[in-house]
């Protein structure tokens, strides 16, 4: 491989704004990484992204807080994470990444979580969101080789009690290019008080609602 079709492949982050100070290079081959285990956490000043590659980044390592794609370079980061990145990972472009939130009936009062993970490749950070959260965060990755669904775990919580429990599977779509939720599978998986729907306008964007407690 030339030097030009790594630099095309791979994801640089740099301590300082505008690409420079220390640089660490990393490629999707080396999966979620942590930056406190890297030893540069909340340093992240700027990013090079390859053209062939994306790369997302927490706030935190547990995936809370502020995540986000980034398809080009990033001159500066400033405080748009807050603190700074914590964790990150580096996506060929060819890969759908799924992303999920939670959101309840409008006859449902109090605020829920979503805990959802990954079982098995393509698993990102596992996602605990809250119902008055707008954001959408990503779950997993599918490759274009992946033949088997991609399994994620569906657990809606409050106050330690779960109204919703289950699973749901997702597959290639051939219809959209992207993923769809793989029904056959999850028919009798998926909490039955619970409704899915895909985003129209955001490709791999679904919303999982809790329809009744």
Known sequence: MSKAQVHNTTCTLFEAPVYDGIEHTYSPEDGVIGATEEGFNDKTQSIRVGKDVSIICWQHGEGLGITKQFKEDEPKIGNSFGEGISCFCVIPNDNDVIYIKLETNKN????????????????????????????????????????????????????????????????HSAQSGGVEVDWNASDNLFPSNMSVKPVSEAKNYFVLTLESV
Do not use: C, R, W
């Open 108 to 171: 449902i009062e109090g605020v829920y979580t979503l805990h959802s993970n990954v079982s098995g490749s393509g698993a990102l950070i596992p996602v605990v969101s809250s119902s008055d959260d707008p954001d959408f965060y990503p779950i997993g990755k599918m490759s274009p080789e992946q033949i088997e669904d991609m399994f994620i775990s569906v657990q809606v919580e409050k106050d330690g009690i779960y109204p919703a429990n289950g699973a749901l599977y997702f597959k």
